[in-house]
């Protein structure tokens, strides 16, 4: 079942988009904390966001680029802004496609149905797939998932990435100037808190696998893989 984030803040509309994606056999999610859009999106982890413009706290804009440093979903921006640059905004920012207010809630779901078949579906490129392969753990970068022993889990784009790194780079230690040179490309806006809760939030999505300790702390040196399943698995 295909998951999409509403992101608006008119209830009745939020509320009647809900309805008509469960009765197309969608799960949809409403945000209600319009300050934690990128936490409901990590949490979520949806197929498509339907985001309006005119939001509380900061605009679709602007969550529409937080979004798009995390994940390449297809985003549906819906707004009663009808201008041309406000179209251009949207598309500039990051998003796939732009419907105006009032709208049928049939082109909605047609909109969203398009997106999801060429992302996903039958209209998705068809091309090789690229995976990193460690003692049987899979790791799909472009689909942010890993698998293990028939246990998928989604990852955010940082987590595939560190995690990425982690399986190429195995058995060296990685140091934390290394990870963040490699993660952020510019490292003056990025707090020296960054990296421990990265790795915290790898070490996590690595349990919900069934995966504990994979990742070490080599005191004064950085992280290190250790790849414990293969002795789960054996």
Known sequence: MEKILIVEDDVKIAELLQSYLERYGYEGKVVTKFD???IDFEQFQPHLVLLDINLPTFDG??????IR??????IIFISARSGDMDQVMALENGGDDYITKPFHYEVIMAKIRSHLRRVYGEYAPKLAERLVELEGLILYPERLEASLNG?????TKKEAELLEMFLIGYPKIMSRNKILE????????V?????????TRLRKKLAEMGVEGAIETVRGAGYRLNPTWKKESQ
């Open 69 to 74: 440093t995390i994940s390449t979903c297809p």
């Open 61 to 66: 804009y602007y969550w529409c680029r937080q």
């Open 191 to 199: 707090d020296d808190n960054t990296v421990s809760v990265n790795m």
């Open 182 to 189: 490699k993660l952020w490309d510019d490292m003056s806006f």
């Open 36 to 38: 934690q859009v990128l």
């Open 151 to 155: 246990i998928t889990t989604i990852f």
